[in-house]
């Protein structure tokens, strides 16, 4: 092949494209670096300027819950969201009924039935609010009913009506605020967690490395793409619902895959140099081959993230694209940012050397040299070792149950708490998560004298609410209250547990299952179960009956990608089994450390909390995606080496020796960053922070330096085996593309060869 046969179709190729994409950046590192800034720039002033507008509302297509929300959004609106309870607690041994205090709850009362986002406030001490008002009077509510949906209430609205309750907290009285009013202003920051994340990648990559400037660069591209992932995302929350765990999650992410893959990159580049060859030749090189890497395992991990569409869940689905989002940023910056980096650094990337002691002069990591030969020399004991692990690691996973939190386990500080303890020492826990029950009265009633009576004395509702009481885990039920033309009424049930226990769940069923359908049966009426607490009731039922069909999808998409890759049949099988055991083994740690509760104290909280239903579906999602990462360095390597001496032994050792350092560093980078989000007083986001912080480090050490070598040395020629005639329909792909480069440099050299003049006789 001449040379311009190879650049006739070298623009077909993967390596081709990021290979020219890199020249390209380091021939105009200037004009790519100030379009970055600039880029970045305008998205973080324009995101600070409009705030970001996340929410909690739960949406649930075909759910009962949704179904008990449409039919009050479209007949009773002002009851649709229900009430914020602004809870006040007298200082021991007072009581709200003194006069000290009738004055400024009077004036707090006022002051929010004043404000333009306030529909309705009844105080304790009113005529008709004496149910919000404890038995000893030492506690009481006042009933905030906004005219702000969830959805539609700005963090800016949040605080301002929560001022509001100044009065109250100038007179003596402790002040929380609950319901979906009281969980927008309780948000825990999360910039200490990042600080904390970043100060240890800091620590690994100088270790790593050895020189400041080298350590610098990937810290530099992760923040320039993750601030404009999040601005990104912050700009969405004004067009789409986006949750407000999304840019906490993409944070976590973010970061550390932002880090990681400009961590291979430079890695690469660094060894290129260090064998003699040029600076920007290098750099170009690196983007292509390692880049390739890169390219391909963030396009794995998206589509693993937007898998979770086939959720078919409003909530779940936007986590998913969020992500995925923050991830396709990282991708660009670490093919276009950061060879422009490396090209504006040059040569002094060896700068600001630390005085650590260096390796032998052929770069080669002895140490793993040594690990990947013992691993060969004994490949069942060390499968065996590992799996043992594992599976006494995912063994608590058995009794995982996808259920709810709710604001009791939420910092002390915060406001929402400060109402959950309120509402639960003056009227018991399952104040905190009354049951929305929605009406439909559009049939007229089947006796005549029955239309006759007024609306709220309709003898059919009164007979719902006495049988709604009697079922077994209600506490009390409210007064039915009818819209203006008698179409649709609502009550308020409350459980004698709080919103998180597992009996409120099986409340809600008996309700929807046995006790709704008889008190409604032959009475032309209908009846459904909504609210927060029954929406995230639907939820985990809607999650546990579609996660079969995810993982199953997520499975089949990284298999494909994989085949495709490694042209194995094999390798991407095992890599699948593998990459479900070390997540089911962070199932479990998860399961134990929340749902068990041991060891809670060391992640801040006080005890056992449920497991958040999208929860696993997420970290599975997001687990076999950055899995693959691993996986892709890992495998990539050993295909080079066993395509390099046809020896599958040999080559999984010289790939383990290769990878182990970068994998273990890039591992511990992910690791330090999920596990500092564990500060975080969010309990869902500490969930997220221990599961994925474990399985990283254990898909980094188990199973890429232990059990996928034994596995592989195990399996033999195997390994490779792909059938023929699969072998001709599937395209050759190389996702390091050092055959292409061999190709390259060969036409090149023939093309030298050809031209150079004949030699003097």
């Known amino acids: 092949m001449t040379e311009h046969d190879f650049h006739g179709r070298e623009e077909r190729t993967l390596t081709g494209a990021l290979f020219h994409l890199g020249q390209f950046c380091v021939r105009r590192h200037r004009m790519v670096l100030g379009a970055w800034l600039l880029i970045f720039a305008v998205l973080a002033l324009w995101a600070r300027s409009v705030g970001p507008d996340v929410n909690d509302n739960l949406t649930l297509p075909g759910s009962d819950s949704q179904a008990a929300t449409a039919l009050l959004e479209q007949r009773f609106p002002s009851q649709a969201s229900g009430t914020n309870p602004v809870v006040l607690r007298a200082p021991t041994g007072a009581k709200l009924s003194a006069s000290k205090y009738k004055q400024p709850i009077d004036d707090t009362v006022s002051a929010l039935k004043n404000d333009p986002a306030v529909r309705s406030a009844t105080s304790p001490l009113s005529s008709d609010g004496s149910a919000l008002l404890s038995k000893d009077a030492s506690i009481g509510y006042i009933a905030l009913n906004l005219r702000l949906s969830p959805s539609d209430l700005s963090t800016d609205d949040a605080e301002r009506i929560v001022a509001l309750a100044d009065p109250a907290r100038h007179a003596g009285l402790d002040v929380g605020v609950g319901g979906y009013l009281g969980q927008k202003v309780s948000k825990p920051e999360t910039h200490l967690s990042e600080v904390i994340g970043l100060g240890m990648a800091v620590i690994v990559l100088l270790i790593t490395f050895g020189t400041v400037v080298a350590m610098g660069l990937p810290i530099f591209t992760a923040i320039i793409g993750l601030?404009?992932?999040?601005?990104?995302?912050?700009?969405?929350?004004?067009?789409?619902?986006?949750?407000?765990?999304?840019?906490?999650?993409?944070?976590?992410?973010?970061?550390?895959?932002?880090?990681?893959?400009?961590?291979?990159?430079?890695?690469?580049?660094?060894?290129?140099?260090?064998?003699?060859?040029?600076?920007?030749?290098?750099?170009?090189?690196a983007s292509a081959t390692s880049g390739g890497a890169v390219v391909f395992a963030g396009c794995t991990v998206m589509v693993a993230l937007l898998s979770l569409a086939v959720v078919d869940i409003p909530l779940v689905t936007t986590l998913g694209y969020t992500a995925a989002l923050v991830v396709a940023v990282a991708v660009l910056a670490a093919v276009t940012l950061l060879p422009a980096s490396l090209?504006?650094?040059?040569?002094?990337?060896?700068?600001?050397?630390?005085?650590?002691?260096?390796?032998?002069?052929?770069?080669?990591?002895?140490?793993?040299?040594?690990?990947?030969?013992?691993?060969?020399?004994?490949?069942?004991?060390?499968?065996?070792?590992?799996?043992?692990?594992?599976?006494?690691?995912?063994?608590?996973?058995?009794?995982?149950?996808?259920?709810?939190?709710?604001?009791?386990?939420?910092?002390?500080?915060?406001?929402?708490?400060?109402?959950?303890?309120?509402?639960?020492?003056?009227?018991?826990?399952?104040?905190?998560?009354?049951?929305?029950?929605?009406?439909?009265?559009?049939?007229?009633?089947?006796?005549?004298?029955?239309?006759?009576?007024?609306?709220?004395?309709?003898?059919?509702?009164?007979?719902?609410?006495?049988?709604?009481?009697?079922?077994?885990?209600?506490?009390?039920?409210?007064?039915?209250?009818?819209?203006?033309?008698?179409?649709?009424?609502?009550?308020?049930?409350?459980?004698?547990?709080?919103?998180?226990?597992?009996?409120?769940?099986?409340?809600?069923?008996?309700?929807?299952?046995?006790?709704?359908?008889?008190?409604?049966?032959?009475?032309?009426?209908?009846?459904?179960?909504?609210?927060?607490?029954?929406?995230?009731?639907?939820?985990?039922?809607?999650?546990?009956?579609?996660?079969?069909?995810?993982?199953?999808?997520?499975?089949?998409?990284?298999?494909?990608?994989?085949?495709l890759a490694f042209r194995s049949v094999v390798i991407p099988l095992t890599a699948g089994l593998m990459n479900l055991v070390s997540i089911g083994a962070a199932f479990g740690v998860v399961s134990a450390v929340f749902e068990k509760g041991w060891g809670a104290s060391l992640v801040g909280l006080d005890g056992e909390v449920p497991i958040v239903s999208f929860v696993p579906l997420m970290m599975f999602a997001i687990l076999f995606g950055l899995s693959m990462d691993y996986e892709v360095f890992l495998m990539t390597h050993i295909r080079e080496a066993w395509q390099r001496t046809g020896d599958n032994r040999e080559a999984v050792i010289a790939g383990v020796a290769t990878t182990g350092r970068v994998i273990t560093s890039a591992a511990l980078i992910m690791v330090s960053v999920f596990f500092a989000f564990v500060i975080n007083g969010d309990p869902t986001v500490k969930q997220f922070g221990v599961g994925m912080g474990v399985a990283v480090a254990v898909d980094a050490t188990l199973v890429r330096c232990l059990l996928v070598p034994a596995v592989m040395v195990l399996a033999g020629r195997a390994n490779w085996w792909f059938p023929h005639w699969l072998d001709r329909i599937v395209p050759d792909f190389s996702i390091e593309g050092d055959e292409w480069f061999r190709a390259r440099d060969a036409a090149a050299a023939a093309e030298a060869a050809r031209e150079a003049p004949a030699p003097v006789t």
């Open 227 to 285: 601030v404009s992932g999040l601005s990104i995302i912050t700009l969405l929350s004004h067009v789409a619902e986006v949750p407000t765990v999304a840019p906490t999650l993409a944070t976590m992410i973010g970061l550390g895959v932002g880090i990681d893959y400009a961590l291979f990159i430079v890695t690469r580049h660094l060894e290129q140099r260090r064998d003699g060859m040029q600076t920007r030749e290098s750099i170009a090189r």
């Open 343 to 563: 090209a504006v650094v040059g040569d002094r990337i060896d700068a600001l050397r630390l005085p650590l002691p260096r390796g032998k002069a052929d770069g080669r990591p002895h140490g793993w040299l040594r690990w990947g030969k013992i691993v060969a020399r004994h490949p069942l004991p060390s499968a065996l070792v590992a799996v043992v692990v594992l599976v006494a690691l995912a063994l608590p996973a058995l009794d995982l149950y996808l259920g709810q939190q709710d604001n009791g386990a939420l910092p002390k500080s915060t406001d929402a708490r400060q109402a959950f303890d309120g509402l639960t020492k003056g009227f018991g826990a399952g104040a905190n998560g009354p049951l929305l029950i929605s009406v439909d009265l559009s049939k007229k009633p089947a006796k005549a004298d029955q239309a006759k009576q007024q609306p709220a004395t309709d003898p059919r509702l009164q007979d719902l609410k006495s049988d709604i009481a009697k079922t077994s885990g209600v506490k009390k039920v409210s007064e039915p209250l009818v819209n203006s033309d008698a179409t649709a009424a609502v009550l308020n049930a409350t459980p004698t547990t709080a919103p998180s226990d597992r009996a409120t769940a099986e409340l809600v069923h008996r309700l929807r299952d046995d006790t709704i359908p008889k008190a409604t049966s032959g009475k032309d009426m209908s009846a459904d179960v909504g609210g927060t607490t029954a929406g995230y009731v639907d939820l985990a039922a809607e999650i546990s009956s579609r996660l079969v069909l995810t993982i199953a999808v997520v499975v089949a998409l990284s298999f494909l990608l994989l085949m």
